[in-house]
């Protein structure tokens, strides 16, 4: 890490996030995801992944999509593409999903100018000490996961979905016998790290917030309450101003955090502009030194 780097590294109370600038790391590529993996740091925050050239072209992009290929999860969200690795219910909704993965994949960088597939994919490998990550795949067949999926969080909606505070280790155990099944044959799911980038800030709200909490300790939530797994007591977890960081993401930046461990949200939306990000999730593998990265 670079002395201007060093600097600006934020000890929010007991969360060990570091800002980055995206241009020093494309010259000096870090052992990052390592860190956050390991939790020597509980997040990087990376400025300036895309220019606002960039990013101004994307929303363009995304504007002219075609409404019907994307997908509305539950109300006041819609992602393309609309097969992210989440949500699948059943052995078919799988075969499903692989068989149109690629051609999801493609629409991806159809519809886009910019080939965030690609920049994403850069954006790991400078994250993960210059060693190039993986695009996971269905191994008996070699069908692919999906690069990313583009996340759109309406204004004015009652709070759910990534508005409610929650941990990708939850997301990993629900779909552990269906469309995580392939992953975890060989990457280690339940340590899984995201990175996403904000391509538009709503008028207000939508920041991202972090919680001194870890999902090993405090395992279940309800509500905004979460329950410790040693004595079962209950803690509202926005009670302690210590316990909790809220960042504003500009548009362009980008975030790497503990995933699989940390609890964490976006704050509700309000206004008229839907809050606009880009994401996936990876995982070392089990067997091997490589990164996967999946969506």
């Not at 740091?41 to 990013?55: D, P």
């Not at 870890?214 to 977890?237: A, M, P, Q, T």
């Not at 309000?270 to 070392?284: D, E, F, Q, V």
């Amino acid at each position: 890490m670079g002395i201007l780097d060093s600097l600006k590294s934020l000890f929010h109370k007991k969360l060990k996030v570091v800002e980055v600038n995206y241009a020093n790391l494309c010259a000096h590529p870090q052992d990052h995801v390592r860190h956050v993996m390991t939790q020597r740091r509980t997040a990087f925050l990376i400025k300036g992944v895309l220019s606002k050239a960039e990013v101004q072209q994307m929303k363009l992009d995304l504007e002219a999509m075609p409404a019907a290929l994307f997908e509305v999860p539950h109300p006041g969200a819609r992602t393309f593409p609309p097969a992210c690795s989440t949500g699948q219910l059943a052995q078919d909704s799988v075969d499903g999903f692989f068989a149109r993965s690629q051609q999801l994949n493609d629409a991806l960088r159809h519809h886009l100018t910019l080939d965030i597939a690609q920049r994403y994919a850069t954006l790991l490998q400078k994250l993960n000490n210059d060693n190039a990550p993986l695009l996971a795949t269905r191994r008996t067949d070699g069908a692919p996961y999906v690069h990313g999926t583009v996340r759109y969080i309406e204004p004015n909606t009652d709070p759910m979905g990534l508005t409610t505070p929650h941990t990708g280790w939850d997301y990993a155990h629900r779909n552990i016998k269906w469309s995580y099944a392939p992953v975890a044959e060989y990457a280690d799911v339940y340590r899984q790290i995201s990175v996403f980038m904000v391509v538009q800030r709503p008028d207000t709200g939508g920041d991202f917030t972090l919680f001194d909490f870890s999902r090993e300790e405090y395992h279940n939530v309800k509500g905004l309450s979460l329950e410790r797994k040693s004595d079962g007591k209950r803690f509202d977890i926005f009670s302690d101003p210590s316990k909790f960081t809220t960042w504003t993401l500009e548009e362009g930046d980008a975030m790497l955090f503990a995933d699989f461990d940390r609890w964490h949200r976006v704050e509700p939306v309000i206004g008229t502009r839907p809050r606009i990000s880009y994401g996936c999730w990876a995982a070392y593998g089990t067997d091997d030194t490589n990164l996967y990265y999946w969506s």
